[in-house]
């Protein structure tokens, strides 16, 4: 039993954005992923612009506050207007498993798309519809779907991303089932040749 959860609860990290996909609008005066306007104003976080390229990715699950694992990830994203296209290889201790995220930034900032996760069998689960939102902060990104290595079981992510500086973000995920919390996930996303903050 604490194995299933745990491999439904692995990652939903994702992240981008996951997850999953709260994007945040791209702000004129924005810089690379992050920073601060000339008037030292900080523009809204933009995961199309931070994830557009390489980056890695570091992270522990923890379910139901017992079982912990750590589990890192690549990142290839291409950018093409306001779409990202995104794929996401975690490392966990029983393999490799794969995310893709299709995620597009609409007029209002808010973002939609799709992510499909690579089960314990092998198999590439169906599209999950993803929905994001901007804040203050950073953005939220939110949706129904699987866990990387998991099995059919269906579960609710929650992604919550905030820069810590230009190359590096923080994203922590709340895993749901019948709507309560069984797991959570600290991760730290960097850029090509970032370094994140201890």
Not at 96 to 105: A, I, S, V
Not at 120 to 149: E, H, Q, W
Request: charged share 25%; hydrophobic share 40%; proline share 4%.
């Amino acid at each position: 039993m604490g194995r299933e959860i745990r491999r439904h609860a692995h990652l939903a990290v994702v992240l981008l954005f996951s997850a999953v996909v709260v994007l945040a609008g791209c702000v004129g005066a924005e810089a690379a992923g992050t920073g601060v306007t000339p008037g030292g104003k900080q523009p809204r976080f933009s995961l199309l612009t931070f994830f557009d390229g390489d980056a890695t990715s570091r992270g522990m699950i923890t379910t139901a506050l017992v079982f912990s694992e750590a589990f890192t990830a690549r990142f290839a994203g291409k950018v093409s207007g306001n779409r990202l296209r995104l794929d996401e290889r975690f490392r966990f201790k029983d393999g490799m498993r794969l995310q893709r995220w299709d995620l597009q930034r609409l007029a209002d900032g808010t973002y939609r798309g799709t992510v499909r996760t690579e089960l314990s069998d092998g198999t590439m689960a169906p599209p999950a519809a993803v929905k994001g939102r901007s804040f203050a902060g950073g953005v939220v990104l939110a949706y129904d779907g699987y866990a990387p290595g998991g099995g059919h079981t269906r579960l609710g992510f929650r992604h919550v991303m905030r820069p810590v500086s230009r190359e590096t973000v923080e994203n922590h995920v709340t895993i749901f089932k019948f709507g309560l919390p069984i797991a959570k996930a600290e991760v730290i996303f960097r850029r090509a040749g970032g370094k994140p903050k201890r």
